[in-house]
Nanobody
């Protein structure tokens, strides 16, 4: 079992950058694939990016490809999401999740509480 806590959200202007972090507890972090999802007001939670346990493989939603980068540091039990060229439509609560490899919500068993990202001028 693993517990995850997101941080790093905030208010940023369009075109700006932000880095989210997800700190995981427990000694089994490196056994899990990790993912980022987001949920905008009135919308379903959607997949953003995923990374496998060894960081050898990543997967991105088309909407963030080329702008966002997912990475992990297994020695620090931490997952990251570097977000560049942010757009107003990136505004959402961002969630970190641990589980199997995949791009679906049901691929992940453990979820954080989320961190708000607001892109606005």
């Amino acid at each position: 079992q693993v517990q995850v806590v997101e941080s790093g959200g905030g208010l940023v202007q369009p075109g700006g950058s932000l880095r989210l972090s997800c700190a995981a507890s427990g000694r089994t972090f490196n056994r899990y694939a990790m993912g980022w999802f987001r949920q905008a007001p009135g919308k379903e939670r959607e997949f953003v990016a995923a990374i496998n346990w060894s960081a050898s493989t990543t997967l991105y939603a088309d909407s963030v490809k080329g702008r966002f980068t997912i990475s992990r540091d297994n020695a620090k039990n931490t997952l990251y999401l570097q977000m560049n060229s942010l757009k107003p439509e990136d505004t959402a609560v961002y969630y970190c999740a641990a589980g199997r490899w995949g791009a679906e919500r049901y691929d992940y068993d453990y979820w954080g509480q989320g961190t708000q990202v607001t892109v606005s001028s």
